[in-house]
């Protein structure tokens, strides 16, 4: 008779085993490593009962936290550096071509889609800047009718859907398209850093651990375009002093912009480049 005790020794082996050998795809290719590598950790750390009595509470508490509004899986996976980790192996693009870094979990899918130079900011409440952008290839070449969604923290740091009483619907967001000459321009207002929510289990959890919750200041790109990798990516305040620190691991050289200074009171302007790569078979064109 074949051995079918489940002990610490053969307990991953013994799970491995339920799962259908005929089946194909990236799941079942995910789940036995995945299995391997959990019960490997919880067997180097021996928690006790109460231990993942504890880290399944936890779980629970993310599940409930999340909604059409506020994506609390995401923000977990993002502070432990994963989403940053599956950016990096998907996305490895050319030398010149702009980066992808994490969408983060204030992203809407459903803004609205406005004419170049209009408002993003309903409630007119911050610093005035204006944004000018042109979408090119890797030869310079404009890249005329990408579309491009936007969105951002206000000025004090927080987004429309964290405070839905206090911000107007779809505040500091739009979805614009490049003219002829590959350009986009919009005004909004300068955006503030911020800190990582705390007020729910991850940020709780992270927290209390001692890591680094904060965000610099940054503006939110998703820029798609036939033919071509999508961009997910940021620009961020290059005057932060907390570029250093950014709790998502998203901050590059090559995502550095220049707010400048209008002499108009405290507004201010951005003028940023984004290249775009031919997509590959099967690589990031949605």
């Known amino acids: 008779m074949p051995d079918i005790s489940f002990s610490e020794r053969t307990s991953a082996q013994r799970v491995a085993e339920r799962l259908d050998k005929h089946a194909a795809g990236p799941l079942q ?7 391997e590598h959990l019960h ?3 067997r180097e750390t021996r928690p006790s009962q109460a231990d993942w009595r504890r880290a399944m509470e936890f779980l629970t508490d993310v599940g409930h936290a999340s909604d059409g509004r506020r994506q609390e899986w995401v923000l977990l996976s993002d502070l432990l550096g994963v989403t940053a980790l599956v950016e990096e192996i998907n996305t490895n693009r050319p030398k010149g071509a702009t980066p992808n870094t994490v969408r983060g979990p204030f992203y809407r899918a459903d803004a609205p889609r406005l004419p170049l130079d209009a408002s993003i900011s309903l409630d007119g409440v ?42 107007p619907e779809f505040n500091l967001r739009g979805i614009f ?41 940054h503006l939110h790109f998703l820029i798609k375009a036939d033919g071509f990798e999508t961009i997910s990516t940021h620009v961020y305040d290059g005057s932060d002093p907390h570029l250093g620190q950014d709790a998502l691991f998203g901050v590059k050289d090559e995502l550095i912009g220049e707010f400048t200074p209008t002499g108009k009171g405290d507004a201010s302007t951005l003028d940023f480049t984004f290249t775009m790569v031919r997509a590959k078979k099967g690589r990031g064109t949605t």
Request: with cysteine; net charge neutral; hydrophobic share 35%.
């Open 29 to 35: 290719a995910f789940m036995v490593p995945f299995i």
């Open 40 to 42: 490997k950790l919880i």
């Open 126 to 167: 911050g610093p005035v800047l204006s944004v000018s952008g042109h979408v090119r290839d890797l030869d310079g070449k404009p890249i005329a009718s990408a579309t491009v969604e936007t969105w951002q923290a206000n000025s004090e740091g927080f987004y429309e859907n964290q405070q839905p009483d206090q911000q």
């Open 177 to 217: 398209t490049t003219d002829g000459q590959g350009c986009f321009r919009y005004k909004t207002v300068r955006p503030g850093g911020y800190a990582v929510p705390s007020d729910g289990p991850v940020g709780q959890m992270l927290g209390g651990l001692g890591f680094a919750m904060r965000r610099p200041a």
